[in-house]
């Protein structure tokens, strides 16, 4: 497997990979605005799984709690997850 990130959910250990990830940002009224490479509050994670053309997308970050260059633990409307970079 050459995934070079690793998303868990804290709730119950769901795990997916992704080759890349990108931070969505949204309009106020839940239309797309923009694209980013770095997580900031108010951001969507989306991601591709290991299943082709399968997306995964969190609710919005609500709060970062640790952001390094390899590693982001990070709140949502409804989850805590865990974003490793793959080595």
Do not use: P
Not at 55 to 76: A, G
């Amino acid at each position: 497997m050459n995934n070079k990130w690793k998303l868990v959910r804290e709730s119950d250990d769901l795990t997916n990979y992704s080759d890349t990830v990108v931070w969505l940002e949204f309009n106020s009224d839940g239309t797309f605005k923009k694209e980013h490479l770095i997580i900031e509050v108010g951001f969507c994670l989306l991601m591709s799984t290991q299943i082709k053309l399968a997306l995964w997308q969190t609710t919005t970050v609500t709060e970062i709690i640790e952001n390094t260059e390899d590693y982001i633990k990070f709140k949502t409307t409804n989850s805590i997850y865990e974003l490793f970079k793959m080595k």
